[in-house]
Each structure stands twice: as structure tokens, then as C-alpha cells.
């Protein structure tokens, strides 16, 4: 395996070498968005300035160009996640879109009595959309609950599992405590009993290459920002003979076949569920940031990152009163964690002025935050540009914030 060239990566993202408040910039809120490299914010302008048309609909040049691009940006992301069609790459604005796709396609297939099972370690995002199933087909909500590490009880989701459950939604790797979950077994176990799997990948992909078929999930989703791509832009996998089940999400342009007053038939995969105008330069360059990405290679990032988890953990744990929560066995490169007595938006505060970004409250995961009863956590989440260097700056920031606020 390749060791990463630190300072060389640095160098692909501009906004790194910028100072905030005076200080030089140590962006540690990764888990909340990435940012991009050179490459990225070139091929956005690149698409404007030379082939800006819409998509699937003209016959004229820069309208196929733009066509061929995006559709080769789906290819870009097949190949990436290994699925084994490429109209099973859906184009979403983001993984809380691709929830919700997918969450209101099973409003169609739902009895009451049902059930519906998520963890107890999910973002709003991958509960509310399955909370508006429940109230609109008279499901049950039912619950994966986690210890005091941050892991999923597998024996309760054992217990839990049985022929009611239609569909299951956890998340790869947790954003408010950075556990891995154990999505494999969840999965193998679900088919078991006849049920579908979402995974809500959105917190995984920055870190690690996902196989959609290996894992065998029925559905996978992820969002452009928090992988080195734009905003507004995301990517929803669903297997073909699910998303041929599921109903389309909206009406529009582009997901027809025919339309009449009497009667509308749909469009093919993937069309059926890309309605409207999508983000056409935010597709197509999330195939720009995904080639980036894979060029560094995911076995080195991964690596170089548990190396950053491991040295941020210890020098954290060096300062007297600091708790970590999620401290499983399985952990992606992201610490939440408060210091005894001080509030974690006073901590997030006096770093920001030395130049650090992280971020503080709850990470829309409260119920996450109840179950430690703490109104919230300070979250450093590590990317691969970032250093040992800047955790001990980071460290050191902590230090003084503590001293300032005890
Ligand atoms: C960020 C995040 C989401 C929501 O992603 P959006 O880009 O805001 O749609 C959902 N789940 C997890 C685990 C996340 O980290």
C-alpha cells in the first residue's frame, strides 16, 4: 500500500492554506462536510464556461455533451460501488433525499401492523422519513438499541427481527459517535426474514469503499458534499428489482414515457426517479471528486486515518476531565467528546477564535445525546489532509478552553 503524500494533498485544497481569525485554518469538521480539492471547483467552472445545456433532451451538441458526461459520472459511480447495473445509480440532492425516496416508495407496500426498523444511533435524517411512514400506513417504529460504547445490540436485533419487518434503515458508520456498524451481518440476517436493507452511507463513503453487491444491501445512500463533491448533489443505490417495485417519489419532466390527461406511464431506470432538472454540473462533477478520491485510494486513507483516530484519542484522553463517547471496537476517524462541567458550544467557541473548526450540539442524532443525557458533544471529525500536527494544535486549543472555563 502507498503512504499518502500529506503535504501534496494539502496543496489540491485551496481553502486549507487560508487563516481564520488570524490564525492558519484546522478544518476538523469533516463529518459535517469536506472540503474540495482544486479539481473539483475546476471541472464546476469547466462545465459552466464550456458545455452548460440541459440534460436528455436536445438533439444539439453541448446538450449531448453535457448528456455523455453526466451519464459517464454514473458509470464513474457504478464501478465505484461495485453495483451491478448502472440505472441502479440514482441521482439524488443529497442522502436525505435518497431516505426519503425510498421511504415514501414504501408507503406502497406497508400493511398496518408492519414494521419498520431503524437504530438507535441514526441522524434525523434516517428516523424522521421512516416516522412519516409509520404515521401514513400504520406501521410500527421499532428500535436497534446501542450500549454504553456506541454499538448496536446485536442480541436485541436478534430478538427484535421476525416476519413483521419489511424494511430495515442503518446508518455504516455512525456521525455522532463514528462507530462502524456491523452492516453486513444485519443485512444477512434481515434477508432471513424477507426484509429490505437501506444503509445510509453518507458518513461512511469519505472513508471507505463500499461494495453494494458483496454486502448484498437492497439500498445505499450517500451525499457529493461529504465526499470531496459539491452541495445539492447525491447518489441513492437501489437494487433493480427494487426500484422497479417502488412507485416514483415526484412528477415531472424527464420520468415519462407517455403522458396523457387519462393516464401517465413511466419512465425506465434510472429516469423513472430523477424528475425535473437535477444538479447537472453537481453530477457530474461528484464522478470528478469520486476519481480523485480513488486515485489516492481507499486502503491508504483509511489507514492513514485510524492512525489520525488513534494519536487524536490519546493526547485527548491526556487531559484530565475529557470523555469520549463512542468508544467501540470499530470506529471511523471522528472523536465526539465533552470536557466534565464546561458545555461543548463554550469549547467549539474559544477554538473557533484559534482558527479550529469543529463542530458542537447534537450532530441531528438527539436521541443519541439522550441516551448519554448530555445536551450535546464536541465533534472533531479527521479527513485524510489532515494532520498530527493540527491535532495538536487542536489539543493544546482544548487545553487553554478548559483553563479559560473552569
Ligand atoms: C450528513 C448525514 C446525513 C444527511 O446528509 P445530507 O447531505 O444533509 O442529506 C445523514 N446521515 C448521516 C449519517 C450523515 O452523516
Redesign the pocket.
Known sequence: MKKLDIQAIRADFPILSQTVNGKPLVYFDN?ATAQKPKVVIDAITKYYQEINANIHRGVHTLSQLATDAYEVSRNTIQKHLNAKHNHEIIFTS????GINLVANGFAALLQPGDEVMVSAIE?H??IVPWQFLCERTGANLVVIPMNEKGELILSEFDRLLNEKVKIIAV?H???ALGTVNPIAEIIEKAHQVGAAVLI?G??ATPHLRPDVQELDCDFYVF?G??VCGPTGV?ILYGKESWLNRLPPYQGGGEMIKEVTFAKTTYADLPHKFEAGTPNIAGGIVLGTAIDYLNEIGFEAIEAYEQELLAYGTEKLLEIEGVKIYGTGAHKASLISFNIEGIHPYDIGTIVDKLGIAVRTGHH?AQPVMNFFDIPGTVRASFAFYNTKEEIDIFVEAVKKAKQMLS
Open positions: 463529518g443529497g442522502t436525505t433525499h441522524h435524517s434516517n446508518n458508520i455512525s456521525n445510509d453518507a458518513q451525499s458534499h461529504k447525491g441531528c
